[in-house]
């Protein structure tokens, strides 16, 4: 995270006292953070990359796309997909045999073999769910499957 602050701080042209006054950060934030002696708050960091208009992700170096979820979600659904539309229909499952009970392991199976594997997971799928762009996507996924189902 970092390195894509000071190369974003870079971009834009801005000294580190300067990008921190137009954050309304302390004077010395942003050299802290860019140092790697400070880590920026959850706040701090959706203010960073609202400013630069880049993902969260993004800026923490998750992944190496710049696209706000909402800049590439907000084209995707004509006028008619964005009503929502509830019509719930019964849906019949397969029955899934889990893969230790005859068949070969497959690589969950690994990677979940331990508790806190799965506790560590867990925690990691929830903390995404619950940011602002993690609930913007699953809303978008929502409506749009509630489209297709008229």
Not at 55 to 67: H, K, M
Not at 90 to 109: I, N, Q, W
């Amino acid at each position: 995270m970092a390195q894509r602050i000071e190369a974003l701080r870079d971009e834009a042209g801005l000294s580190r006292p300067a990008l921190a006054s137009a954050l309304g950060f302390p004077k010395n934030a942003i050299e802290k953070f860019e140092t790697g002696r400070a880590t920026p708050t959850k706040d701090q960091q959706e203010k960073m990359a609202a400013y630069f208009g880049v993902s969260l992700f993004y800026l923490r170096g998750e992944s190496g796309d710049r696209t706000r979820q909402e800049d590439w979600m907000s084209g995707g659904l004509t006028a008619a997909e964005e009503e929502p539309v509830y019509r719930p229909a019964a849906v019949k499952r397969p029955k899934v045999e889990p893969a230790s009970s005859g068949g070969g392991a497959t690589m969950l199976d690994a990677l979940f073999s331990t508790k806190q594997a799965k506790d560590q997971f867990k925690a990691m799928v929830l903390e995404v769910l619950r940011s602002p762009e993690g609930q913007e996507v699953i809303a978008q996924a929502v409506w749009k499957e509630l489209a297709k189902r008229r």
